[in-house]
């Protein structure tokens, strides 16, 4: 450590910080724009200029390191007039829009400017003017003007993000921000960029010109998309959310947000919200009385029982509910003597027992780790706020592989890949454990196959120190789930690696926790899509674009008898539904989420219940009423997280990744597999409903990619499009080749209209040239 005197305290620092990192130590401010704790040093801006005794000149607070017995002084006569004398260069050219700009009320340069600048400025000559850029659907780049060169957009995108989409180009005042060769800003993080910048050249183009700074009320809360459970401040006019920010948590997601946890609040004042119960009579929506419709529910529940017995009845609910809203389906269902209710609706493999799958350590951990081995996932797009913890390891020296069919770009070097059809992914990691038990003079768990790519896995594990192994959506979803993850476990006791899931959902460990899933024999959620059920209810799901087989859920669903869909949207993908009943999303009701790490974050409704919209929580409690269960008399929401949960004090010993299960692969199936990736604003009912995310690129209609053996055997050129068959189903897409799919693996999206018509996520598939 090294003292040093800063303002006349002594201050103690680590070798080889800045004096800035100082002045933080301190809770000293020294005014600054370009510099952020998370970005690398650029002293651009030079507005943090302090007085270093012994120094000629003003220095940079941010680029200086200190050095023992330094003394630094920020608010000294000569620090304050170099400050002020920046802060006169900042605004020669910066328009004075504050009355229209959206960040006015929130501008770092208009607070700085109050403490720094002149009341006027000795500058009569015209002001320069940068043109505005059209750089996509959620960054709005009209008023470049504004720019004060900071860079923190650029560095934002090259460290964190992992993509340099800005740069700067020319010099002096012709210099300015922009993309490169006029393409648009497409990272899944992009909406940070709004944030990081400190005057209002970056804004928010959903919200932009709708509301004032100083008019929204802020009011904390989760989000319901992905497991990482990122913080939210919501900001709220009239009783209608406006905009969406990251609330800092370390822990969790640091000071960032995906671009999907930010701008899909668009879909909440959305026209397709279900604001009243309905009915179908005649083949008719007749819009009811909650009375009427509850009345009507439970009479339907109670005659099915009556005439098929308990076991026609089941339930699916989607794991971006809250736990709440699980446990009270799950012990509604129970109470009525069924055990069919399941979350698990893309899951082909329920073998994997009762166990809380879970990541297997804490979501701060991944940032340390110097090994990672990530089977079966689309990290990028499945879990934007995982993967940038990895890229910043990967940028510390970590080792990253990747067993998949196929290897996106995922913004970061990768050591090593094991490409795999599906079907060849166990086959895969058991060539992985055989080098391992090689090494360590072990019997093979199974029987391994020469590769090289397998070697280089297992020699990276058995070095270094803290390691993972992360198995992601894909593995989850993959028909030897089980076996995978059994596999998997072998490999982390051997080398010392952690073992978990990704997790798909905000609260797919707290759905497990609540024991949304059968427990006594029940049907899955593979088994309730695979038949008509006499009677079913669904909770926030969309079962044919949010099931592994589309097209078999269609059938079923079809082919039901009571279908029950509680539901934020009118327009849900529920074929044959007889009721609709409206129920509040997130921001309208209280609740918990369980992230991946086993977190578990409360929340509280922000906003009033549009029209007649009711918390799902309260709508399953007066059923419960209703159907005359016992055990449905809680008051508060509180009420039932307790029941839920229990002790939240000893979740961590109910948390499980082990497995029962075979650890020898079955020989892969012939012919082409399917794999199938679910696009990032498909993934739940409220991104595919968010107008300004469904224009960005990530949410493009769907592409059959092909491997280039296949592109080739049928003469396919670019801008090609092919027949994709599945069972009886068949739907014409576009056609890319794809040079890092695996030979005999076929890529098309599943939860998109334009697929829903195939089977299987991971089932055989044939093409032919459209």
Not at 134 to 154: A, D, Q
Not at 175 to 191: A, M, P, R, Y
Request: glycine content about 8%; charged content about 20%; overall charge negative.
């Amino acid at each position: 450590m090294l003292e040093i005197e800063l303002d006349g305290k002594k201050v103690s620092v680590p070798e080889g910080s800045m004096v800035m990192h100082a002045a933080d130590a301190a809770g000293t401010y020294i005014p600054h724009f370009c510099y952020h704790k998370k970005l690398s040093i650029a002293a651009n801006c030079r507005m943090c200029l302090v007085d270093v005794e012994k120094a000629p000149k003003p220095m940079p607070a941010c680029a200086t390191p200190v050095t023992q017995g330094m003394v630094v002084r920020t608010k000294s006569e000569k620090a304050v007039a170099a400050q002020k004398a920046v802060m006169e260069f900042l605004l020669i050219n910066h328009p004075l829009d504050c009355p229209i700009c959206d960040q006015g009320g929130e501008c770092q340069l208009q607070d700085l400017a109050v403490g720094y600048g002149g009341g006027a400025s000795r500058y009569a000559e015209e002001k320069r003017v940068v043109f505005h850029k059209n750089v996509g659907p959620l960054i709005s780049m009209e008023e470049m003007s504004r720019c004060i060169h900071c860079t923190r957009c650029v560095r934002f995108g090259q460290e964190v993000a992992g993509v340099m989409e800005l740069g700067m180009q020319n010099r002096g005042e012709h210099s300015e921000i922009t993309t490169f060769v006029g393409q648009t800003v497409d990272s899944e993080l992009s909406g940070n960029m709004i944030d990081l910048c400190p005057v209002g050249a970056l804004t928010s183009k959903p919200f932009r010109y709708s509301a004032r700074t100083w008019e929204l009320s802020r009011r904390k809360s989760v989000s319901p998309h992905d497991s990482t459970g990122a913080n939210l401040i919501v900001q709220v006019k009239n009783h209608e959310v406006m905009r969406v920010v990251p609330f800092e948590n370390e822990d969790v997601n640091e000071c960032w947000l995906a671009d999907r946890d930010r701008f899909s609040y668009e879909a909440l004042n959305s026209e397709q919200r279900l604001t009243a119960p309905m009915i179908k009579q005649g083949g008719q929506w007749v819009t009811v009385d909650w009375n009427t419709a509850l009345g009507y529910v439970a009479d339907g529940l109670k005659r099915v029982k009556a005439e098929f017995g308990a076991a026609g009845i089941g339930a699916l609910g989607s794991a971006h509910s809250t736990v709440e809203e699980l446990h009270l389906l799950a012990k509604l269902v129970r109470g009525l003597g069924s055990d069919n209710v399941d979350h698990r609706l893309r899951h082909a493999d329920f073998t994997a027992g009762q166990g809380a799958r879970w990541l297997g350590t804490s979501i701060a951990s991944l940032s340390s780790l110097d090994r990672v081995f990530v089977v079966g996932s689309f990290l990028r797009k499945d879990h934007p706020l995982f993967a940038q913890r990895i890229r910043q390891a990967v940028r510390h020296g970590a080792q990253l592989f990747s067993l998949n069919a196929t290897h996106d770009d995922w913004a970061m070097p990768l050591k090593g890949t094991l490409t795999a059809a599906p079907s060849a992914w166990a086959q895969a990691l058991a060539d992985v454990a055989g080098y391992v038990a090689s090494a360590k003079g072990l019997a093979a768990p199974a029987t391994a196959l020469v590769s090289a790519e397998a070697e280089a896995v297992a020699q990276s594990l058995l070095s270094g120190s803290q390691k993972a192994i992360l198995l992601g959506n894909a593995a989850a979803q993959h028909p030897q789930a089980s076996m995978l993850l059994a596999l998997a476990n072998w490999i982390g006791e051997q080398t010392g690696a952690t073992v978990g899931y990704l997790t798909e959902a905000a609260n797919t460990v707290g759905a497990q926790l609540v024991g949304a899933q059968p427990r006594d024999g029940g049907l899955n959620a593979g088994q309730m899509l695979a038949q008509p059920m006499k009677a079913l209810l669904l909770l926030n799901t969309e079962p044919v674009l949010d099931a592994a087989d589309g097209a078999a859920a269609q059938a079923a669903l079809e082919g039901a008898g009571l279908v029950v869909a509680l539901t934020s949207f009118k327009d849900a993908a529920v074929p044959n539904a007889d009721v609709m009943l409206p129920i509040a999303p997130f921001t309208e009701t209280g609740g918990a989420f369980v992230n991946a790490e086993g977190r578990v974050q409360s929340f509280h409704g922000v906003v009033q219940a549009k029209g007649e919209t009711r918390p799902a929580w309260k709508v399953l409690r007066v059923l419960g009423n209703l159907l005359g269960l016992p055990g449905f008399e809680q008051e508060t929401v509180e009420e039932v997280r307790a029941e839920a949960l229990g002790d939240v004090a000893s979740l961590a010993t109910r948390l499980s990744n082990a497995v029962q299960a075979s650890l020898t692969p079955v020989a892969g199936q012939a012919g082409l597999q399917r794999l199938a990736d679910v696009p990032i604003y498909s993934a739940d009912s409220l991104v595919r409903r968010a107008p300004s995310l469904q224009h960005t690129r990530d949410a493009a209609a769907p592409v059959a990619s092909l491997p280039s053996a296949l592109w080739q055997q049928l003469g396919l050129a670019e801008g090609a499009k092919v027949r994709v068959s599945q069972g009886a189903q068949a739907v014409v897409l576009p056609a890319r080749e794809d040079r890092h799919l695996a030979a005999d693996t076929v890529r098309v999206p599943a939860g998109h209209p334009d697929t829903v018509a195939l089977g299987a996520m991971f089932g055989t598939i044939a093409v032919e040239a459209a």
